[in-house]
């Protein structure tokens, strides 16, 4: 699979056919994602006990985060769009091969545990290629349009994805749900096939020539650890997710049933973050780029961290909604424009080492900070939780405006 050299895209993002060719295949890919979460936990539900249904939920957490680092070096040494395709099929080919069990027979837990095992890993390869490939297919001046563009298409999917899954499990059961998730991962290979990538240029690159994937990985950490703007990036990106996490998830659900405002309720608080963070992601869409994108982004962060910690203490449901939605705006507007500087600022021959370290930190450290939580709002109450929260969420906005670089960073214009 011969990548193509072709000239910085003339159009802007959302009219040029290659960006949107891969929109489209990304849209597609992450639509099957939500299907098949939503087919495993109700394969897993119907076929185990909760506690065993939660663990074959929680498997693909380990391989994931073990072999992430791993995946960047891979997407980095083989090029993003090939590691992407590849990451597709197998997971289309995975998922398509459940279906067909479950549907012929009634195996047990066994292949549902083996299914979230080899898509965690696989996630460790695809998320990475996913990051790098963005500043393959068009000019830098258009990365972070291309950003928003990536945030809408996650809030497409995930709103969409969860009816859509529901929808197959009523008309067929699990095998149906999965064998629908099979088929939008498969819908986005075409697609793919037909994005054309540019080469990356001729000089100094990410990998030498023989060198080890061992070696590749500590080049890669290096030069993360070294650069004036991506390392105190990356701080700043975990403060700001482990600030985060906590509140939305288990912090919300007790939340809502504290004060009585149960599945519905929690249900419009979701939405009005989700209709927030989607503004956010549609605003950088449509102008491409925020002048003094370092200092906004921090400013953002900041302000946003004030907004978390409020959710504790709004007095009833529909302030409660209308802070979810300032959330979802100040954090979303930081978190997209934080992608966009990782994307402008790293080395294109970099971007799947950089890519693999940004998502290791937001998708295998933070977690971690739900049963934490969980723990800390049984014995201290939420108030005091979303105060620690809000406040290390805060200390992500700190690290942008006290670091000169950071704060000072632009987006190509």
Not at 292 to 314: N, P, Y
């Amino acid at each position: 699979m011969t990548a193509t050299l072709i000239p910085p895209a003339p159009a802007r993002a959302h009219r040029d056919p290659n960006v949107l060719r891969w929109l489209g295949a990304y849209t597609s890919s992450m639509l099957g994602d939500n299907v098949y979460y939503l087919a495993l936990s109700w394969a897993a539900v119907q076929s185990g006990t909760p506690a065993q249904a939660g663990l074959v939920m929680s498997a693909s957490a380990l391989p994931r985060a073990v072999l992430m680092l791993g995946g960047g070096v891979l997407a980095d040494r083989l090029g993003p769009r090939r590691v992407v395709i590849g990451s597709d099929a197998v997971r289309c080919a995975a998922v398509l091969a459940v279906a067909a069990l479950l549907f012929l027979t009634r195996p047990g837990l066994w292949p549902l545990a083996l299914l979230a095992c080899a898509f965690g890993t696989v996630d460790a390869v695809f998320m990475p290629a996913v990051g790098a490939l963005p500043a393959r297919i068009t000019g830098t001046d258009q990365l972070a349009r291309v950003q928003g563009l990536r945030g809408l298409a996650v809030r497409a999917a995930s709103v969409v994805g969860a009816p859509l899954g529901g929808l197959g499990v009523a008309l067929g059961g699990a095998p149906a749900a999965f064998a629908l998730a099979g088929a939008l991962i498969a819908l986005s290979l075409p697609l793919l096939l037909s994005v054309r990538v540019r080469e990356l240029p001729a000089g100094p690159a990410g990998s030498e020539r023989g060198a080890t994937a061992r070696a590749d990985l500590k080049a890669g950490l290096r030069y993360v650890r070294r650069h004036r703007v991506l390392g105190p990036l990356m701080i700043a990106i975990a403060l700001g997710d482990l600030g985060f996490v906590g509140p939305l998830n288990v912090g919300l659900t007790l939340l809502a049933d504290h004060r009585g405002w149960g599945a519905a309720g929690m249900g419009w608080v979701l939405a009005g973050f989700g209709t927030g963070a989607g503004a956010a992601s549609l605003l950088l869409a449509a102008r491409g780029r925020l002048p003094r994108a370092g200092l906004v982004t921090g400013c953002a962060c900041a302000a946003g961290s004030v907004a978390v910690g409020a959710l504790a203490f709004v007095p009833g449901l529909a302030a409660a909604v209308a802070t979810a939605l300032l959330v979802g705006l100040l954090t979303g507007l930081s978190g997209a424009l934080c992608g966009a500087l990782l994307q402008t600022q790293a080395d294109p021959a970099y971007l799947g080492r950089v890519t693999a370290v940004s998502s290791l930190v937001s998708l295998g450290l933070t977690p971690l900070s739900m049963p934490f939580a969980a723990a800390a709002a049984g014995t201290f109450g939420l108030g005091p939780v979303y105060t620690v929260s809000a406040a290390v969420c805060g200390l992500g906005g700190l690290v942008f405006l006290a670091v000169p670089a950071l704060r000072r960073a632009e987006l190509p214009g």
